[in-house]
């Protein structure tokens, strides 16, 4: 892992870091620290009866795997950077045999699935409510890793499984309920690679088991109006996808349910992944429904897994074109891998939002949405991922049937480039390192406030877009000798980490100066934590998904 910021100079690589960043990183509490329990916490109060004691065995079974698979993660990224990248796999059994999944009915359309924070209950109804055919209420990236939320979260989430959450309506003076529908509600917990603390005494236990537990304990079968589905988040290894095929199978036999009773999709977010996604299929086969490409945390993992190579300083985010060849090349070979063995392909997420205050800013956002999902259903992806109602019937009229299932790539071939270089896209300028810098103090500052995602200059941005413009801001120093990136008079810009730093007083000056940070103290001080932390965790090398 990076431990300081490098940048190139004369051919050498130069370790610094300026002293306003030595004492951002000094006065953060370190950074994103491990979801705990309150202090206060009584497990006999505080979670569902008997839950422990379901619980304990779980744990000791699962945590120490999941243990091992996270340091993997560690290391795979490590060899990564020092030269020994994701490759395919010469083919194992998993592919060479004649193996084909029988996509239950229940799950035959999902050509939008809604995504959101779990922890928002308004939210959770409204995307139920909106007709898409598939719903994703999140634990994960969109809400933020602390326990308040989390538990509310988890309780929002059985209440819609049971069809019975509800929110009041401010506006129309009325409360709002769950509409009965054939909609299929997924829940994502956090990945592998995260902990959590404060459940079991001088214990961390596995986050993602932590997650899964408390949503099947609490469910009742005959009493569910949705079938229970986990979105499988951050994988990196075909290897994992045991993990959670023995988990859901531990759940299954000891309530005397089917082994296949819980049934899920799995996010291909990872660069690794993208190379065993057959192999990872392969392993839950009794439970997989699809793989989605989650292209943002996606595009975060090809940058960090190449942070050593200069030829991979990406073009200003919002420059990159939609069909850029490295999202192009695995939009592609995915649905030739799920088609195969009959499971879904569903595309990512269109990050710019729209408004119904703004209706020019409507207006680019819905002709961006429907040019994306006609992109994705034309690589013959099944369906995709959008985040607000209004772009249920837009995204869904760009798929022309319930699912693509039967239809096979032109370009069929099974090993393409999934590391293209970036060139010829977009655009490296100090104005897009300005706004990267900008965003991240706004995005810390939104989950400072207790939001896992916040709408930023039109986009939707969560940890994956955060995690995304930390990495560039860092790409662009540690090869500042090597990549020309422009002012706005075409003269190059050096973005050592004195510069990256002056950018970040700028912007924090510019946002103490604008509402709310002008009119609140404590949101002044926020503002400044949030620059604090997001600096530091650059200098740092915080780049993981947590």
């Known amino acids: 892992m990076l431990n300081t910021l490098k940048y190139q100079e004369n051919n050498k690589e130069i370790v610094v870091m300026s002293p306003t960043a030595i004492a951002n990183a ?63 796999r010469f083919p194992s059994d998993a592919v060479r045999n004649g193996w084909k999944i029988t996509l239950p009915e229940w799950c035959q359309d999902q050509r939008n699935q809604m995504t959101g924070p ?27 890793n602390e326990w308040t939320h989390h538990a509310t979260g988890v309780a929002n989430i059985l209440e819609c499984l049971r069809g019975r959450l509800s929110y009041f309506d401010r506006k129309r003076q009325r409360t709002v309920t769950i509409h ?56 990196e290894a075909a290897d994992e996808a045991l993990w959670w095929r023995d988990l859901f199978q531990t759940l299954a036999r000891g309530r005397g349910l089917p082994h296949d009773y819980i049934k899920c999709m799995a996010l291909v977010e990872s660069h690794p992944l993208a190379f065993q996604m057959e192999e990872f299929a392969y392993h839950l086969r009794d439970h997989i429904v699809g793989l989605d490409l989650g292209r943002w945390d996606y595009m975060a ?51 710019l939002y729209p408004s119904r205050e703004d209706s020019e800013l409507n207006a680019r956002a819905l002709a961006v949405l429907e040019k994306d999902k006609k992109n994705e259903a034309d690589c013959l992806m099944d369906g995709a991922w959008t985040g607000h ?39 490296r300028t100090v104005n897009g390192t300005r706004a990267a810098v900008r965003t991240v103090i706004r995005y810390r500052h939104g989950v400072l406030s207790g939001r896992g995602a916040s709408l930023l200059d039109g986009y939707m941005e969560d940890l994956a877009t955060d995690r995304i413009y930390r990495l560039m801001i860092a790409q662009r120093m540690r090869h500042s000798s090597l ?50 932390i997001s600096e530091a965790m650059i200098v740092t090398g915080e780049f993981n998904p947590s």
């Open 26 to 88: 000094e006065s953060s509490t370190l950074l994103n620290p491990i979801n705990s329990a309150p202090a206060e916490f009584d497990p006999s109060r505080d979670l569902p009866s008997g839950f422990m004691d379901f619980y304990l065995p779980l744990h000791r079974e699962f945590t120490p795997r999941q243990q091992e698979l996270a340091m993997r993660q560690c290391e795979a990224l490590e060899a990564s950077l020092e030269g020994q990248k994701p490759q395919h």
């Open 118 to 144: 779990a922890d928002d209950a308004e939210l959770c109804v409204k995307m139920l409510n909106s007709g898409a055919p598939g719903v994703m209420l999140d634990l994960e990236d969109s809400c933020v």
């Open 180 to 235: 009965p529908s054939s909609t299929v509600i997924f829940t994502r917990p956090r990945g592998l690679h995260l902990n959590q603390a404060g459940v079991i005494a001088g214990e961390l236990t596995s986050a993602s088991l932590f997650d899964v537990a408390r949503i099947f304990y609490g469910i009742e079968p005959a009493e569910l109006k949705h079938p229970l589905c986990i979105y499988i988040p951050k994988s």
């Open 301 to 351: 993992s090809l940058i960090h897994f190449n942070l050593d190579d200069p030829e991979w300083v990406l073009p200003d985010r919002n420059t990159i074109p939609h069909n850029v060849a490295f999202f192009q090349n695995l939009r592609e070979l995915m649905p030739e891998i799920c088609h195969r063995r009959g499971i879904l392909a569903i595309g990512g997420m269109t990050a």
């Open 389 to 427: 109602p209004d772009q249920n019937a837009i995204a869904v009229a760009q798929f022309p049937y319930p699912n693509q299932l039967q239809k096979r790539p032109k370009n069929n071939g099974r090993y393409p480039d999934l590391r293209p270089l970036p060139t010829g896209v977009g655009a």
């Open 483 to 532: 990549t020309r990136i422009e002012d706005e008079n075409g003269q190059p810009v050096k973005h050592t980490p004195e510069f990256i730093s002056r950018l970040f007083d700028e912007e924090l000056e510019r946002l103490l100066g604008e509402a709310p940070a002008k009119n609140s103290p404590e949101e002044a001080d926020r503002f400044r934590r949030a620059r604090a």
